[in-house]
């Protein structure tokens, strides 16, 4: 399966962004989606994940309550909403697809990656 995330942008503190993650060449119905971010000279960390029906999510603890995953089967596409946003926010966010089934957060785990999305939080 191909992904390709976009929706990543420039934002002041506060705002809000909302990350598509479309895929192609397989249906997104069977794997796991997760988002994952990387900082300029940090390792890449998970932020959510949503399992194969939508029915049930996890959240870093640095965004839960700020961040929504959420995706359309449907669509073929997997969404991360982002409110609140904070500097620290700051980051290329990449999507993933684990066909793995259990408690997932490690980038290890996820079979597919997209290519990232810039996302700027200015303060």
């Known amino acids: 399966v191909q992904l390709q995330a976009y929706g990543g942008g420039l934002v002041q503190a506060g705002g809000s962004l909302r990350l598509s993650c479309a895929a192609s060449?397989?249906?997104?119905?069977?794997?796991?989606v997760g988002w994952f971010r990387q900082a300029p000279g940090k390792e890449r960390e998970f932020v959510a994940r949503i399992y194969r029906s939508g029915s049930a999510t996890y959240y870093a603890d640095s965004v839960k309550g700020r961040f929504t995953i959420s995706r359309d089967n449907a669509k073929n596409t997997a969404y991360l909403q982002m409110n609140s946003l904070k500097p620290e926010d700051t980051a290329v966010y990449y999507c993933?697809?684990?066909?793995?089934?259990?408690?997932?957060?490690?980038?290890?785990?996820?079979?597919?990656w997209g290519q990232g999305t810039q996302v700027t939080v200015s303060s």
């Open positions: 060449g397989r249906t997104l119905r069977g794997y796991t």
């Open positions: 993933a697809a684990s066909s793995i089934v259990g408690f997932i957060t490690a980038p290890s785990e996820y079979n597919y």
